[in-house]
């Protein structure tokens, strides 16, 4: 895999998230492969120290998905053109909490902040754009677009986590349909890592609970370094634009990157289009090319 890395040397990465867990996995393999890295991080100092770790091209820059004045903020201040977004930041809503925009965290975060980052973007996208989901989609059997937030409906971690995954998908969907009505040379994959030895579950209500996961992890899991192979694989291979990149492992928790299947609530393209349209008016932000007919 490093050695077709090497092969887009020069070009320049955006990778969201990546001062730990997949996001530093994936941003320390293309520093080391040559590609010019902004690492776009909430903990600014924690991302200096990565990028001294990591050697190579890498630039610092604050952001926060869960605040879309700090997405507003990235986007801005950011210049020049970008081969490749790689939208892997992410959030396990332990709590039920709300971001800086009152939107509940786990859909604020996995879906909202990423969709407003990608849309303010795309014009000086020249490439890929890759955004990490999750087969946890599978747990969520519909969206409901009048209540995104679960404020009227019960609220529970892996409830919030899995629709806010579903949302993921269902973007990806509906970004790659736009991308080819327009005739953009850029493309959209999205990702599962499988299980991964991370530190999402390390919280401070969660000691006890996160050495078990941890431990049960160690053993069937991927490391984070595996886990991000998905990732670059998108970036490597020859595959079709929209596909869906897993891990081929027994109930595909550990293992190399393959084409995967999604859940039926994933594939649902009128619910994508009005997903998307409901994100536009929640976030403020538009398909920045000519407007399409979806039908």
Known sequence: MQDRLSTLAGRRAIVTGATNGLGMATARALAHAGLRVVLAVRDVDLGTRRAREFGGDCEV?????????SVR?????LNGPVDYLINNAGVFPHQHRHTADGFELGIGTNFLGPFALTNLLLPRIERQIVSVASDAHRGAKSLDL??????HTRWSPPRAYARSKLAVMLWGLELDRRLRAVGSPVSAMLTTPGWVASNISNKPHLGLAHKVVQGAAARFANDVDAGAQTTLYCLTEPIATGSYVGVDGIWALRGEPVLFGRSAAACDFETAVRLWAKAEELTGTAWPFAVDDPS
């Not at 903020?73 to 201040?77: E, I, M, P, S």
């Not at 009048?146 to 404020?151: E, H, N, P």
């Open 73 to 77: 903020a990235f986007a801005d201040g």
């Open 146 to 151: 009048d209540d995104l937030d679960l404020a």
């Open 61 to 69: 820059v604050r952001l926060d998905l869960a605040d879309l004045a």
